[in-house]
């Protein structure tokens, strides 16, 4: 018998809306899913998902990108908004070229921005959200 607590896993039956409850994800079904552009070209893995508590919201994927095996990753925040669901092929897209990305204002995983300043979050919602 299936657990209706337990994190659903992007399978087909949940991305087609054909089990109960597929409106919404659990962030462990979001985490580790690939992120791609309009053009097919993979950028990275979600890896985090950071929630804006006053609002309720998600606010941002933190996708990782650029690494070897999980060494030298970088991390970019980008905005839930600006990410769409690829329901056919399980994935996320985000209308960002590869060039765009790599020039896209990043972070370390050891050095994280204030997420929660709005110069920061302006400037971010800017470059992805055109």
Known sequence: MNNPTA????DSRAVEGTLPGT???SAATVTGNEVCNLQD?????????????TEGKIRYAVLSSGGFLGMGDRLFAVPWKAL?????????L????????????????????DMADSTWSSKIESYYIR
């Open 23 to 25: 409106a919404l994800l």
């Open 7 to 10: 994190p659903l896993t992007m």
């Open 84 to 92: 769409k669901l690829d329901r056919e092929n399980h994935r996320f």
């Open 41 to 53: 070209e993979k950028l990275g893995k979600i890896q985090d998902i950071m929630l804006d508590l």
């Open 94 to 113: 985000l209308n960002v070229d590869i060039e765009r990305l790599k020039n896209a204002p990043g972070f370390d995983k050891d050095q994280w921005p």
